[in-house]
């Protein structure tokens, strides 16, 4: 495996992190959706361990696509977080490029606290049924979380177009509640089925577009789209 790109900050000293400011929250969140979002199967955009070969260390993520592993090493520059990408071929018949995005063993504490107080605290918003208005600081908060788990997800597990929906495959029972729930604060709405081990989380195509809109995602035609400026 070759090293395509290596970030590291200088060193800090490690100290936990409390609530994160809304400025860091939506990138932080992003990352933990992004790596919930990952799929067993090359297919699916993302590998993270597979029966038949030892699963990668903490800290590590692997992508089979591009665009994600580049999507995280962006959030965790955003994040002041250290991480190497690196790239190999792997697969049997059918050769792909395997992207590994790490963490160094001495900030992973650091990558672990700030991706989970992450999740707590976008999850809880995303989820909340407390009523604010429209114009409430709190309401775009949850557009700008919304938002920000389609974006992980769109790009980590990869998209479904067809004539009639929007859909994406993910095993994280809690992830599928968060993108039917964002979906619904983007102004569209998700139905989730179970199907062959996976979630899958559908929005009809008529609204598909309020979702990729609120997560900056525009759609050109292939599976990855581009990120608009965020």
Request: aromatic share 4%; glycine share 10%; hydrophobic share 45%.
């Amino acid at each position: 495996m070759r090293s395509t790109l290596e970030l590291m900050p200088a060193a800090a000293v490690y100290e936990p992190v409390a609530r994160l400011d809304r400025s860091r929250l939506a990138d932080a969140f992003e990352l933990a959706c992004l790596v919930r979002a990952t799929s067993l199967t090359p297919d699916g955009g993302v590998r993270v361990g597979h029966p038949r070969r030892p699963a990668t260390p903490a800290g590590t993520v692997e992508f089979s696509a591009e665009h994600a592993a580049r999507r995280m090493g962006q959030l965790m520059r955003a994040l002041d977080l250290p991480y190497a990408h690196e790239t190999a071929e792997a697969g049997l018949r059918r050769r792909y490029l395997l992207h590994r995005v790490s963490v160094p063993g001495e900030h992973r504490a650091a990558y672990v606290e700030i991706s989970e107080g992450a999740w707590r605290q976008g999850r809880a918003a995303v989820l909340s049924t407390a009523f604010v208005g429209g114009s409430a600081p709190a309401h775009a908060d949850r557009l700008r979380l919304a938002g920000a788990a389609w974006r992980g997800v769109l790009l980590a597990a990869g998209r479904h177009m067809r004539k009639h929906i929007l859909g994406v495959r993910v095993t994280d029972q809690d992830l599928a509640t968060i993108l039917v729930r964002g979906a619904h604060l983007l102004g569209a709405q998700a139905a989730l089925s179970r199907q062959a081990g996976s979630l899958l989380v559908s929005v009809p195509a008529v609204t598909a577009h309020r979702v990729l809109h609120g997560a900056g995602i525009l759609h050109d035609g292939t599976g990855a789209g581009r990120i608009l400026a965020l």
